[in-house]
């Protein structure tokens, strides 16, 4: 029985170069998995993913499942998966469930499949994998111990349900962490934005005048 869904298996040589090139620019990372190789801190876990499935997450997953996890992994935005990234995983034994351009029916759909699984941890990116746990999944509750978020949004969440006494375990605030907020949100932000800009509209920056307004 296939473990996964992805949009066409046959882009898994594509992605794996994909990911290849992401590691190669991820040293710390890379020294984490040698030693998540030799200690097996997560050897019989089953985690639970709901991130953007792309290249830089992939050698994240592929870290995690080195210290000897076992990942279930769905995308956070139907609009940033990676569907060679998405294939690669699949090959390398992830039981990833997402595809480019769902719809939220077939969003969630995913989600819920990640839950099947049984995840004792939870990795989340906005929250929706632990709102759902919440609200629709919560026979599944008693087997997490804890979890982390990456988002502003998700924390947000996360947050006010804490704040009502609904949030039934432990969830570390990514976003809070000195090293995604001094460098990914200080300056990936500011570098996805320009990105997105030249994606959109295909135009040359020079001479151009911004107005950047609220931003930040």
């Known amino acids: 029985m296939k473990e996964f869904q992805?949009?066409?298996e046959k882009l898994a040589p594509q992605g794996?170069?994909?990911i290849e090139w992401a590691s190669a620019h991820m040293p710390v990372l890379n020294q984490i998995k040698q030693r998540f190789i030799k200690e097996q801190p997560l050897k019989g876990?089953?985690?639970g993913a709901c991130l953007h499935v792309t290249k830089e997450t992939a050698v994240l997953v592929d870290t995690l499942m080195a210290g000897g996890a076992k990942v279930a992994l769905c995308g956070s935005n139907p609009l940033s998966t990676q569907d060679d990234v998405a294939a690669a995983l699949a090959e390398k034994g992830v039981h990833v469930f997402a595809q480019r351009g769902q719809t939220t029916e077939e969003y969630y759909w995913c989600i819920n499949k990640v839950l099947n699984y049984k995840p004792v941890i939870t990795l989340d990116d906005g929250a929706d994998l632990v709102g759902t746990l919440h609200?629709?999944?919560?026979a599944e509750l008693a087997n997490v111990k804890g979890g982390t978020e990456e988002t502003t949004t998700g924390v947000?969440?996360?947050?006010?349900?804490?704040?009502t006494g609904s949030l039934k375990y432990a969830i570390i605030a990514v976003n809070d962490a000195y090293t995604k907020y001094l460098f990914d949100n200080r300056y990936g932000t500011g570098q996805s934005t320009i990105d997105g800009i030249l994606r959109a509209t295909n135009t040359l920056l020079a001479g151009k005048t911004f107005v950047v307004c609220g931003y930040g």
């Not at 609200?135 to 919560?138: E, I, L, M, P, V």
């Not at 947000?156 to 704040?163: P, Q, V, Y």
């Open 6 to 8: 992805v949009k066409d």
């Open 16 to 18: 794996h170069l994909q």
């Open 45 to 47: 876990l089953t985690l």
């Open 135 to 138: 609200s629709k999944r919560t």
């Open 156 to 163: 947000l969440r996360l947050r006010a349900m804490e704040k």
